[in-house]
């Protein structure tokens, strides 16, 4: 694991390495984390830009996320990595009590082709979103969806892809008023 790698400082590359298979559904989580709180508007679009680029490398079928060299190559402070570990060990232990691995169907190579075109979605919802409340349900969406695959949990993905339903449905009404209200205005 990381503790084997040798330095002060780790790489964005040599954390990459040791996630293997599960480095893309914790790409997802993180991207998804920034906007389960009122955020900024240049916050959602960059994490939706960000999330499109990993959801279109799950939907061309890769095996581990590629990540220009630059940002591979950039080092983080190894106690900053420990840190970060021990905090999120105990949340992670509490969702393990009760997610297992269940519908295996996101396992297979044609089902996280499905769930890379789902993600791709889901971020450019997230690119559009309504300012503040708008990005908030497809945030949790996309933790839920990057958890569930972490753990393996189908039916977490299906909570978090319910939620991201009802926040793709809430951005749709958002934009429907905007063009309305436009539209009446100019008697259109």
């Given at each position: 694991m990381l503790a084997s790698q040798e330095g002060d400082r780790l790489t964005v590359g040599d954390i990459v390495a040791v996630l293997r298979d599960r480095a893309f559904a914790l790409l997802v989580v993180l991207l998804g984390l920034p906007n389960c709180l009122p955020m900024p508007p240049p916050i959602p679009l960059i994490c939706g830009l960000l999330l499109m680029l990993v959801a279109a490398q799950i939907a061309a079928g890769m095996s581990a996320p590629w990540l220009p060299r630059m940002l591979l190559e950039r080092s983080i402070a190894r106690s900053d990595v420990e840190r970060a570990v021990k905090r999120a060990v105990p949340l992670l232990r509490r969702l393990e009590r009760w997610s297992r691995p269940r519908m295996?169907?996101?396992?297979?190579?044609?089902?996280?082709?499905?769930?890379?075109?789902?993600?791709?979605?889901?971020?450019?919802?997230?690119?559009?979103?309504?300012?503040?409340?708008?990005?908030?349900?497809?945030?949790?969406?996309?933790?839920?969806?990057?958890?569930?695959?972490?753990?393996?949990?189908?039916?977490?993905?299906?909570?978090?892809?319910?939620?991201?339903?009802?926040?793709?449905?809430?951005?749709?009404?958002?934009?429907?008023?905007?063009?309305?209200?436009?539209?009446?205005?100019?008697h259109l």
């Open positions: 295996s169907v996101f396992e297979s190579a044609l089902g996280m082709r499905g769930m890379g075109l789902i993600l791709l979605t889901l971020a450019m919802a997230l690119i559009v979103a309504a300012p503040v409340v708008g990005q908030i349900p497809l945030g949790l969406a996309v933790c839920l969806v990057g958890l569930g695959l972490v753990e393996r949990d189908g039916v977490v993905v299906l909570v978090g892809l319910g939620i991201g339903a009802l926040g793709v449905a809430l951005n749709a009404g958002f934009v429907y008023a905007i063009v309305a209200g436009i539209m009446s205005l100019f």
